[in-house]
């Protein structure tokens, strides 16, 4: 395993510059970098005596609908405060660049799409959407909870984030296709992630079943980082983009 402080070596980016199967997994790290607190981290104010397995739950819905919407909202506004920084923009330029690239992350703000991504595996969902608990019918867009909890226009049904829970499984159609593109990849980048949070953790070790040369960035070690060929220590708004620029010049 060959370990970097932003001192790239060459043996990284002639790893990449061969590759042309790049699959990029993000994490909370990510965001982060944009202001966006963590899961855990947004706890704050009215919400610090709630703990969020209180309130992402289907049985949390289930009891008290208007409370987890409340909550959601909030971290809406937390979230449209937020802006793309160098790092989503980094991913979203080399986009540009190898439109065979599959990038999959488990962030749910939608930042990417933001920074200009188009093609993302959102294995955790996206909060700024809605979905019917009954038709799974998806929506976009504010609403107001004055006149009560929003419901779908399609069933009547209530509406609920669109995003997994405790207790939920990941969609299966989003793994799987995460799944094989980590498979096939020549080479996959693990950003932002604890590489703790399974299953999307398990995909970087698909990755090195399948021969891909696997690249970890992030400020601090994990537990794949024994496992992984080059491990540059930072964040993804610095690494990425001096990564890029050192891989693909024209990015």
Partial sequence: MTTTRLELDEGLIEALRRSHRVVVLTGAGVSAESGVPTFRDAQTGLWARYDPEQLATPEAFRRDPELV????????????AAQPNPGHVALAELEARLPGLVLVTQNVDGLHRRAGSRRVIELHGDLTRNRCVSCSRSSDGPFDLAPGVPRCAVCGDLLRPDVVWFGEMLPAAAMAE??????????????????????????????????????EVNPQPTPLTPRVHHAVHGPAGVALPALFAAVWPAV
Avoid: I
């Fill in 69 to 80: 919407w409340r909550w959601y909202l909030w971290r809406r506004e937390l979230v449209e």
């Fill in 178 to 215: 995460a799944t094989a593109a980590a498979r096939a990849s020549d080479a996959f980048l693990s950003v932002g992630t604890s590489s703790l949070v399974f299953p999307a953790a398990a995909l970087p070790y698909e990755a090195l079943t399948g021969g891909a040369t696997v690249v």
